[in-house]
């Protein structure tokens, strides 16, 4: 099964073992910069193929526009919105759910797409990524289902790059056909510090 850059770093996490409580290499993990505390900001419920309750801090950052040569162009800027990697280690499983918000986002509904890597940063898309017992498998494709913002004023600087909230629910399939339902809400309210700027949740800057 060919897999999506977020399921190769979610291997080489899992493998070594993390729990998102645990102890874990800090360029690998950003939560580790996020501030102290225990404030739930990135709830879920997944069933069907995959069953977890998804109950974290979560985590948001802004990409900025990049340019990727003559032939493709400039990527439109966009933010990511995730949980924290959900990792159960005796059951061998971990479990990340990611949504790109392009940067022109408004407050109201709309229609979450499996990603496009034509189109990255242009629409709202969503995909689950898992590893069952150190078998790695991503859903996202036949995506259906919407994502409603209900505040979205963030400042794309560092470090106040919050003040978003939403909810959302989609089911979305794997290659083999298998679906999963997911519905669940964020909130990140202004002035929280989450990731540094232009970082991507689970890799380094220099990898965005």
Request: glycine share 12%; charged share 20%; with cysteine.
């Amino acid at each position: 099964m060919k897999l999506t850059s977020h399921a190769v770093v979610l291997i080489g996490i899992f493998s070594m073992g993390i729990g998102i409580a645990g102890c874990s290499d800090s360029s690998n993990n950003p939560g580790n910069n996020e501030p102290k505390g225990q404030r739930t900001g990135f709830t879920a419920s997944v069933s069907g193929a995959v069953n977890a309750e998804v109950v974290e801090k979560g985590l948001v950052t802004y990409l900025p526009p990049k340019d990727q040569g003559s032939m493709i162009g400039t990527r439109p800027g966009y933010f990511l919105v995730a949980n924290n990697l959900l990792t159960d280690p005796i059951e061998g499983r971990a479990i990340m759910i990611t949504f790109r918000i392009p940067d022109g986002a408004q407050p109201g509904n709309y229609h979450l797409m499996a990603p496009d890597p034509r189109k990255i940063g242009e629409n709202f898309d969503v995909q689950v990524e898992t590893v069952e017992k150190g078998d790695p498998n991503a859903f996202h494709t036949n995506t259906e289902g919407t994502i409603t913002l209900e505040k979205f004023s963030p400042d794309r600087t560092y470090p106040d790059i919050s003040n978003i909230k939403g909810r959302f629910q989609f089911v979305t399939e794997d290659g083999e056909g298998r679906q999963v339902s997911v519905n669940g809400a964020f909130d990140f309210p202004a002035g929280e510090v989450l990731t540094k700027k232009g970082e991507h949740p689970l890799k380094k800057p220099s990898r965005a």
